[in-house]
């Protein structure tokens, strides 16, 4: 009885997991609101099918290599675009719209299989540490909750399918070191491969599941099984990622391991404008931001929830506890296994510091430690259910509150969508509509029987004196003003330093002291309970990305003058 009633529960958690992720994927109408996914649809769409294998592996004349169809500069695994792009030509949707909403649909299907390998993972774990029959239920539900998978499984981009291959990979490290399956060794070369294929982010996991991997063989202590079985891995790993990924390399030849030069060129293009060095839209956000600390706020407030990242710290901490006290009970040769334990929640520590400390501090670089967020937060919510059983029921109203808040946006049509309509029924025809250089302009053709003027203002040059003479100009004419997102007013005001000016017009904007008045505004309903505005402590501490593509507050202000 014990075993259906867990099956049931685990039925209902990939239910639960299979809404959240697949509520709404046309969540833009077929705007493509994501900049990302536009650029890898373009890309998709644009690859040609090369006429045999030889012409596809080598870089330099492939029409799959995005270099050689006008898209030099690409810096991401190319693997998930070719999957996308093999469905749409064997089902014939190579087509624009569609292309994107497979692509959403199959980064969907890729959290769902990484959800699969955190319960079957944490199975390996209960079985070996002796835990709660619970946890590998408690992990997976957790799992199907966190707000940040929930939110990438709705963009048809690298991350998720990054996440779901190291999951796996790592998975087959562990089985391989309890077992030492020689299958699990070369799975988990296999599926590294993979990850690597999809974004180059996945060699910071790799000393993780490389010591995992590794250590069942040096406690052999036979020197040539070591490089029997490192020779297996690195072949494998090469072999595949070649076939996966071809332009990472510079030819075709198998035996010559030259790394693609134009795709080093572009990763050291993106670390440069990523290092802080150069003034331009998307960097603004980040030099105001406090190392480590808007990391933890971000993750904890916004990917996790509050209760859900006590609960992972807390997990973490009692799990260390219980390897020491272990390592105390249990003879010599169970110490490699706790030792492990303990080495892979250092592993989490340090990249989430390390990640926190650098000048991007994105939190999709965090997604593929939400998976062990799950595990230590799957075993803390057992103790709690062996040890505090009322105080139970009040942590999963908790636990759920954040993500069942958040997935509203998925109910209703997003809020430029519907801004759109707004604007087509209450603007007059020919109005002229400012918007903001780098942002999205308003309205989109969601109808027709209009026609709207539109101009952008440079909002993110230097505050100049011919930028603001250009600026005044425009604001003077303009009938209407339109802030399609925060993507200029969440960043600019955060370094008056740089955009005195600009920050004072944003603060006068909102307080309603310059000759624009607010007349319409739409707001995601959870975002009623936070204070997004320019001048809002907020403001300084929530992350662009996170709001900007399917959620954005869009406010549109009307001249006082016309």
């Not at 995992?212 to 099984?225: E, G, M, Q, T």
């Not at 572009?266 to 998307?282: D, H, Q, T, V, W």
């Not at 334990?341 to 999709?364: A, C, E, H, K």
Request: proline residues 5%.
């Amino acid at each position: 009885m014990k075993h259906i009633n867990k099956t049931h529960i685990l039925i209902g958690i990939f239910l639960l997991a299979f809404f959240l992720r697949f509520q709404n994927l046309n969540w833009d109408a077929n705007m493509h609101l994501h900049p990302d996914e536009r650029f890898l649809t373009m890309v998709g769409n644009s690859m040609k099918l090369p006429p045999d294998f030889t012409t596809y592996l080598t870089s330099s004349i492939s029409k799959w290599n995005p270099s050689n169809i006008g898209f030099s500069f690409f810096v991401y695994g190319l693997f998930p675009l070719t999957i996308n792009k093999i469905i749409a030509i064997i089902i014939n949707t190579d087509f624009y719209n569609i292309f994107t909403i497979q692509g959403r649909a199959l980064s969907g299907i890729m959290d769902m299989i990484a959800l699969l390998f955190v319960y079957k993972l944490a199975l390996v774990i209960k079985k070996k540490y002796k835990l709660s029959n619970l946890f590998p239920l408690f992990s997976a539900f957790l799992y199907a909750i966190a707000v940040y998978p929930i939110q990438s499984a709705h963009f048809f981009t690298t991350d998720t399918f990054l996440n779901t291959f190291l999951i796996i990979s790592f998975y087959c490290a562990t089985v391989f070191y309890f077992e030492e399956r020689l299958i699990y060794f070369a799975g988990s070369s296999i599926f590294f491969a993979f990850a690597l294929a999809s974004k180059m982010s996945a060699l910071y996991m790799f000393p993780v599941i490389g010591l995992i991997a590794v250590v069942p063989v040096v406690k052999k202590k036979n020197l040539l099984s070591l490089c029997q079985y490192l020779c297996i891995y690195l072949l494998v790993f090469y072999g595949v990622l070649r076939i996966v990924s071809p332009y990472y390399f510079e030819t075709g030849d198998i035996f010559n391991i030259t790394l693609n030069s134009q795709f080093l060129k572009s990763i050291l293009e993106l670390r440069y404008m990523a290092s802080g060095k150069m003034l331009f839209p998307p960097a603004v956000q980040w030099y105001s931001k406090t190392p480590f600390f808007f990391s933890l706020f971000n993750l904890s407030f916004f990917g996790l929830g509050i209760f859900y990242f006590i609960l992972s710290v807390l997990g973490g901490f009692n799990f260390l506890r219980f390897v020491f006290q272990q390592i105390k009970k249990k003879k010599l040769i169970y110490i490699i296994d706790y030792i492990l334990g303990f080495s892979i929640i250092v592993w989490i520590i340090g990249y989430f510091v390390y990640n926190s400390l650098q000048f991007v501090q994105l939190t999709r670089y965090l997604l593929f430690l939400f998976p062990f967020f799950a595990l230590l937060g799957g075993y803390q919510l057992s103790l709690i259910q062996m040890r505090l059983k009322k105080l139970f029921p009040f942590v999963l109203i908790g636990l759920l509150s954040w993500p069942l808040l958040f997935s509203t946006i998925y109910l209703f049509q997003n809020t430029r969508i519907l801004s759109s309509w707004w604007i087509y029924k209450n603007i007059p025809n020919n109005a002229l509509i400012l918007s903001e250089y780098w942002d999205d302009s308003l309205p989109y053709p969601v109808t027709s029987g209009k026609e709207f003027r539109n101009e952008q203002m440079h909002v993110f040059d230097p505050d100049t004196e011919d930028k603001w003479n250009k600026m005044n100009l425009q604001l003077q004419n303009a009938d209407y003003y339109i802030l399609s997102s925060n993507r200029a007013w969440g960043s600019i005001p955060t370094v008056p330093e740089k955009y005195p000016k600009m920050s004072m017009y944003y603060a006068d904007l909102f307080n309603n002291k310059t000759h624009f008045a607010l007349v319409k505004r739409f707001v995601p309903f959870y975002q009623y309970y936070f204070p997004f505005h320019p001048t809002s402590w907020i403001n300084n501490w929530f992350e662009e990305a996170f709001t900007v593509y399917d959620h954005p507050s869009v406010f549109i202000f009307k001249n006082k003058n016309k």
